[in-house]
């Protein structure tokens, strides 16, 4: 998988954790693609989930040490009725 760093570059790093310790809620049921970065703000990971809030909480379980940014891109879907 290749990742375009110029449209990766243009979204904003957001905390995996606020202020009271909690993952970011706005992504809870969203589809989307998120990349995870390292305290260095290194990339870690490339992701595309059904849910990115819950995506987020198993890394943290499972790999806490790499889990200090995200960057998210949600994914609307359309859905046509016949």
Do not use: W
């Not at 009271?20 to 970065?37: D, N």
């Amino acid at each position: 998988m290749t990742v375009d760093n110029n449209l990766l570059a243009s979204i904003e790093y957001i905390p995996f954790i606020d202020e009271s310790g909690q993952l970011p809620e706005a992504f809870q049921g969203k589809i989307g693609v998120y990349a995870i970065f390292d305290g260095e703000k290194k990339l870690q990971f490339v992701g595309y989930s059904r849910d990115v809030y819950l995506s987020l909480k198993q890394h943290l379980v499972r790999q806490p040490e790499y889990c200090y940014f995200v960057k998210v891109q949600t994914i609307e879907v359309l859905v046509e009725l016949f």
